[in-house]
Every structure is written in C-alpha cells, then in structure tokens.
C-alpha cells in the first residue's frame, strides 16, 4: 500500500512515500492504523485527544474522498492503491 504525505505530515514522517503492509481484504483504517503503527510521530499530527482524524486533515483513496461515502475507513483497499494524507493548506 503505498502513501503520499504532504508539507508537515511529510517532514513528521520523514518522506513524501511511505509504503505500508496490508493484508488482503484489508481496508483505508487498516492502511491508515499500519501508516501510524510505522510512523508514531504521525498521531499527533492527525489524530485529536479522542484518537479520531482531525477534521482538517484530509485522507484521499485513490484520489477521492472515502468519508464522503458511508464506508469512510471501511473502504477496501487493494495492494497497488494509492492514499494521501494532507495537513491544513493556507495561504493565497
């Protein structure tokens, strides 16, 4: 499974790509919990005092939104998929 980390995500992780194991059937929280389980510093940076993902942190599966569904971190996953995590983007 393969992440793209952007801006302060990037530098708490150390790289813009991570690749993280998943096991077949898995889904975007298991690639999510296996992205924190290699790269803790990661959790405070995503994840608030109720271990939920900021709001203002956005996660992207193969480019789309998985939340604007009703299986958010439920969605399957396949080995080759791509996901992104992006912090809060400000400027002009």
Do not use: C, I, K
Not at 24 to 52: I, N, R, W, Y
Request: proline content about 4%; aromatic content about 8%.
């Amino acid at each position: 499974m393969h992440w793209r980390l952007f801006a302060t995500l990037a530098e708490a992780a150390g790289d813009t790509e991570v690749e993280v194991n998943v096991e077949s059937g898995g889904t975007v929280g298991d690639a999510f919990d296996a992205l924190l389980a290699a790269h803790p510093a990661l959790e405070d940076e995503v994840l608030d005092d109720d271990g939920d993902l900021y709001e203002h942190v956005r996660l992207l599966h193969e480019g789309q939104d998985p939340f604007s569904a009703a299986e958010g971190f439920d969605t399957a996953v396949e080995a080759d998929d791509e996901l992104a995590l992006f912090p809060p983007v400000s400027g002009g």
